[in-house]
C-alpha cells in the first residue's frame, strides 16, 4: 500500500489526487491531506509515508530536516509557482518540484519517476549462502558486478550472487535503477548528486559513470529532473 501525504492549499490537493490516480491506477493507494506540519509529523512517527506532496512554503531547513532528512526512502514533491527557481541546485533525485500552474503537465513529465520510486515498497527474493532473502528495492543503493558475483550493496548489509547484470537490469529498471556503467545498477532515488564521470549517493559514495551511458542517460533522465 503506497501512502500519499500532502501539506498544501485545498484546490491544489484535489488536482494533484486526480493526476495521481492516473499514476497508480494499477496500484494500492492510500492519501490523507494535513493542514499543519505538526499533526504529519506525529502520524509519520506511527506509519511509514512513501510520498509526501508540500507546498513550497514547507522548504525550509528545518522542516527538511525533520521530513526529507528522516525519511530517507520516501520521494517528495514540491509544489511552486516558479520549480526552477525553488529548485536552483537541488540534484536529489527523489525530490521533485511541479507548478502549480501546469501539474497535470509535471505530474505526467514525472510520471515514469513517481511510479518506479514508489513501487520500491515491493521485495526483491534471493538465496544468500543458502538463506532465503527478501529485499526492499528502496533499500537496495546499488548493485556493483565483480567478475562472476553480483554484489548488493543494501541497508542491511553487502550480499552476493552468482547473476548476469543485463538479467538484473531487466528486473531493477521498473522500479529506477539506473546503468550507469557496465559494472553498476544504482537506486536513482538515493543519488543526490551528478557529476561529470560519476554519481553520489546518499551513503557519499561515488559510483562511476561510462560515457556511453551517460549520453543514454542524460537523455532519459536528466532533462526531467532540470525542466
Known amino acids: 500500500m503506497i501512502r ?15 493526476e495521481l490516480s492516473k499514476v497508480f491506477n494499477e496500484l494500492d493507494w492510500t492519501f ?49 509557482k516558479n520549480a526552477l527557481a525553488t529548485k536552483d541546485k537541488d ?3 527523489r525530490v521533485l518540484y511541479i507548478e502549480k500552474d501546469h501539474i497535470v503537465e509535471d505530474i505526467k513529465k514525472y510520471e515514469s519517476i513517481i511510479l518506479s520510486q514508489c513501487s520500491q ?45 543485463s538479467e538484473l537490469e531487466t528486473i531493477f529498471a521498473p522500479y529506477g535503477f539506473l546503468r ?12 543526490v548528486a551528478w557529476n561529470k564521470d560519476e554519481v553520489q549517493i546518499i551513503t557519499q559514495e561515488n559510483i562511476p559513470m561510462s560515457r556511453a551511458q551517460k549520453r543514454k542517460l542524460m537523455a532519459q533522465i536528466k532533462p526531467k529532473m532540470t525542466e
Open 180 to 191: 550507469v556503467h557496465v559494472s553498476y545498477l544504482v537506486n536513482a532515488k538515493h543519488i
Open 4 to 18: 500519499v501525504a500532502f501539506l498544501e492549499y485545498e484546490k491544489e490537493t484535489k488536482d494533484i489526487i486526480f
Open 32 to 80: 490523507r491531506h494535513y493542514r499543519k506540519a505538526s499533526d504529519l509529523a506525529k502520524v509519520m512517527k506511527k506509519q511509514e509515508i512513501h510520498l509526501f506532496v508540500f507546498d513550497e512554503m514547507f522548504k525550509t531547513p528545518r522542516l527538511e530536516s525533520v521530513f526529507v532528512h528522516d525519511n530517507p526512502n520516501a520521494l517528495f514533491i514540491y509544489v511552486c
Open 121 to 165: 515498497v515491493d521485495l526483491y527474493n534471493f538465496s544468500y549462502d543458502g538463506v532465503h532473502v527478501n529485499l526492499a528495492y528502496e533499500d537496495i543503493y546499488y548493485l556493483e558486478k565483480i567478475d562472476k558475483m553480483v554484489y548488493f550493496h543494501t541497508k542491511k548489509g553487502e550480499f552476493h550472487k552468482r547473476v548476469n547484470m
Open 91 to 93: 540534484q536529489r533525485s
